[in-house]
């Protein structure tokens, strides 16, 4: 089946660095993304990863893929208050269709 | 401001009453979607279009539902006879078709559905 899975939450303190971690079902998938969601606002992507990478950088983003254990994480280096938002992992299943977690909600402590 | 844009951005309804939402997605952009988000959930899928043609359709989507994109552009979302359950966020994304697809979609802020 197609299930997307997430911790629900995660605190840390400004400065520190964040792990969100998720686990996904369908190996077929072919592009792994992170999308944020901010109080009111629309989900905004925040970088994805395609299924034969390991890991991907974007400024202050890491996407490390595990295809092996259907393990996907996004690491944000130097957590701001900015940064408190809900973090969803989704997986493009079928060429079309994105499947999305529950999300993270990510508290940063200042 | 050229991004998706969904309207009405609230909408309150009694049970039993019929709506409709609309989607303009992004001008060039040939796939349309939209999704159900209900409080502390994920987005669900529920249908997408390629242009005019809806090509999936969620189980989720019951009979009540029946969602529109005649020119492939602006899409439509209506709910017939609508009921407590169906109270949500129902949000519409938009991507283009690129080679190679990330399929990477771009959402609308959403329209909050309550049924009373």
């Known amino acids: 089946g197609e299930d997307v899975e997430q911790s629900l939450f995660l605190s840390v303190r400004e400065g520190d660095s964040s792990v969100i971690n998720c686990t996904y079902t369908?190996?077929?998938?072919?592009?792994l993304y992170w999308y944020k969601q901010e109080p009111g606002a629309g989900l905004q992507l925040l970088t994805y990863?395609?299924?034969?990478?390991d890991m991907k950088q974007d400024q202050r983003l890491t996407v490390l893929l595990n295809k092996k254990d259907k393990h996907l994480s996004l690491r944000i280096a130097d957590t701001q208050t900015g940064d408190s938002a809900i973090y969803f992992c989704a997986e493009a299943v079928g060429g079309f269709k994105t499947i999305f977690g529950a999300g993270t909600r990510l508290f940063v402590k200042a | 401001d050229t991004g998706v844009s969904q309207n009405p951005r609230h909408k309150i309804t009694k049970r039993g009453q019929n709506v409709t939402f609309r989607c303009d997605p992004i001008s060039e952009h040939n796939r349309l979607y939209w999704y159900r988000q209900t409080l502390g959930q994920g987005p669900e899928f529920l249908t997408y279009f390629q242009n005019e043609a809806q090509l999936e359709k969620s189980r989720l989507l019951s009979d009540r539902f029946s969602a529109e994109r005649p020119k492939g552009s602006f899409s439509t979302l209506e709910i017939q006879r609508t009921e407590q359950g169906d109270s949500a966020m129902y949000l519409c994304a938009s991507s283009p078709i690129a080679v190679p697809s990330t399929d990477t979609q771009y959402f609308g802020p959403g329209t909050r559905l309550t049924v009373l």
């Open positions: 990863i395609f299924s034969n990478m």
């Open positions: 369908d190996s077929s998938s072919t592009y």
